[in-house]
């Protein structure tokens, strides 16, 4: 088991700042890839950024690209989305998510089996 808890979420004005954190809880599983993916109104839940532990490489959506940073705290094992240059469209339900599976599929969501409970994010214009 993985439990997953995010944090940070809030309501920022267009062109703010917010950073969301992961605290992650290992038991019997050791992840191999964790991400943050998010669920806009009406929408279906699409990938952000995704973290290989063992390598450190990221892979980033691109309409987020240079305007949202995924990160982690090797002492801590706490994952980060740094979140800056905020749009309303940004607005959603942000959700940590990690695997302990070896899939090349990792920007789909259906590739991860622990989810965190979600934390929202409102971007007012």
């Known amino acids: 088991q993985v439990h997953l808890v995010e944090s940070g979420g809030g309501l920022v004005q267009a062109g703010g700042s917010l950073r969301l954190s992961c605290a992650a809880s290992?038991?019997?599983?050791?992840?191999?890839?964790m991400g943050w993916f998010r669920q806009g109104p009406g929408k279906e839940r699409e990938f952000v950024a995704i973290?290989?532990?063992?390598?450190?490489?990221?892979y980033t959506a691109e309409p987020v690209k240079g305007r949202l940073t995924i990160a982690r705290d090797d002492t801590d094992g706490t994952l980060y989305l740094q979140m800056n240059s905020l749009k309303p469209e940004d607005t959603a339900v942000y959700y940590c998510?990690?695997?302990?599976?070896?899939?090349?599929?990792?920007?789909?969501?259906?590739?991860?089996?622990?989810w965190g409970q979600g934390t929202q994010v409102t971007v007012s214009s």
């Open positions: 998510a990690a695997t302990a599976k070896n899939s090349p599929s990792l920007a789909s969501a259906n590739t991860y089996e622990y």
């Open positions: 973290l290989q532990l063992r390598t450190g490489l990221t």
């Open positions: 290992a038991r019997s599983s050791t992840p191999y890839t």
